[in-house]
């Protein structure tokens, strides 16, 4: 079932590995981000499903800003 779509990405220095940012739609009477982080996804990548990690946070901070989030 496709429940978005990636808008763009790259390749995250960062992380050691490729990047998208996506719009998500909660599933159908579910609201807020519990929903999305729970769920489990692949993308589409030249017609072959591949597993997808959702982070609501920045992979990288460098000074450290989300400590107290």
Do not use: H, W
Request: proline letters at 6%.
């Amino acid at each position: 079932e496709v429940v978005g779509y990636v808008t763009g990405g790259a390749y995250g220095y960062s992380v050691g590995s490729a990047v998208g940012l996506c719009l998500v739609d909660p599933a159908d009477g579910e609201t807020g981000k519990q929903s999305i982080e729970s769920g489990r996804y692949t993308v589409l990548v030249e017609g072959d499903e591949v597993p997808a990690e959702v982070s609501l946070k920045p992979f990288y901070d460098p000074g450290n800003a989300r400590r107290n989030m």
